[in-house]
């Protein structure tokens, strides 16, 4: 696995999830303070990326209008990904 900042606007988030607003805001501010200390994980499939967990993270850092996210990349055949959308 690799770990690398992929744009915010580069993952692709296929399935809705529930996200808690309070618990987006607590991490916005510690994301702004300290950093992103642990990165959310994506799907690499075809060059594009897909991310399944994070959510919180992930909108956290759309909230402090970040363009990077610390990604921590697995690359998959597009069966895998149909398999996490089924």
Do not use: W
């Amino acid at each position: 696995m690799q770990i690398k900042e992929i744009p915010v606007n580069k993952i692709r988030r296929p399935l809705p999830r529930q996200t808690d607003r309070d618990k987006v805001q607590r991490l916005a501010r510690s994301i702004a303070e300290e950093g992103l200390h642990e990165p959310i994980d994506v799907l690499e499939v075809e060059g594009q990326y897909y991310g399944f967990s994070g959510c919180h993270r992930y909108e956290a850092h759309q909230l402090l209008g970040k363009e990077t996210i610390k990604c921590r990349i697995r690359k998959a055949p597009v069966s895998v990904l149909k398999a996490h959308i089924a």
